[in-house]
């Protein structure tokens, strides 16, 4: 058992000490384990072709959705305070900029369990945390140049509101002020971009340096596939 905690701090300390991760215990339990459960490549590529078949389901049914009627959101679940915002959209994009699906690998297939659309945690565990413990392991990471495609996103999503005339020269990140996840994700999403912008991104990617504000309060946040 020492050991094992020796290993955790060896590999946890780092990230806790730079302020990247500071939640791997959790509600006073263990929440990032001090192993890996390695997959194969097989594996890899059925769970990306997963994400991009549901994904295109999403992007299909979210629209109709929007368009449905005030008696049918209530029946999905959707409060009665959000039916005007679940039916605002921004033409040209996906639903979401960052969606999560959780899947369960049975004997013989994937099984989506859930679609975290609305909540961004998972983001830093699966990129940040993920490559620093391959690193530390001596492995390969599964998820090796992909945090690109969050840089993408964001700048995506910018160029689509400055297209509709909205103001994006101040970009606003907001969390539970009492959640250490939460908090830690949307500070991890507001550092500036790590990619190298092209000339046509290179002015969204702006808006992360140039004034960026936040404020803890509310759950306006983004998601992605995370891994435990």
């Not at 991760?21 to 990032?32: H, I, Q, R, S, V």
């Not at 004997?107 to 993920?130: H, Q, Y």
Request: neutral net charge.
């Amino acid at each position: 058992m020492t050991d094992y905690l020796n290993r955790r701090e060896r590999l946890y300390g780092p990230l806790r000490a730079s302020g990247v991760f500071t939640w791997d215990w959790l509600y006073g339990e263990e929440y990032a384990l001090a192993c890996l459960r390695e997959i194969s490549p097989d594996l890899r590529r059925r769970l990306a072709e997963a994400t991009a078949r549901l994904g295109r389901v999403l992007a299909k049914v979210v629209p109709v959705l929007q368009q449905a009627d005030d008696e049918l959101l209530l029946e999905l679940g959707v409060p009665k305070e959000a039916l005007a915002a679940v039916r605002l959209a921004v033409a040209g994009i996906s639903p979401t900029v960052i969606g999560r699906f959780d899947f369960a690998e049975t004997d013989d297939r994937l099984k989506m369990l859930e679609c975290n659309s609305d909540t961004p945690t998972g983001i830093v565990e699966a990129f940040c945390v993920n490559e620093h413990a391959c690193r530390f392991f001596g492995v390969k990471n599964p998820n090796e140049g992909m945090a690109a495609q969050i840089d993408a996103a964001f700048r995506g999503i910018i160029r689509a509101y400055r297209r509709q005339g909205h103001a994006v020269r101040h970009i606003w990140f907001s969390s539970l002020d009492w959640h250490e996840e939460d908090k830690g994700t949307a500070f991890e999403e507001r550092r500036p971009t790590s990619a190298s912008p092209s000339s046509a991104g290179r002015a969204a990617a702006s808006c992360f340096t140039m004034r960026t504000e936040q404020r803890w309060s509310g759950m306006a946040k983004r998601c992605t596939g995370s891994s435990r």
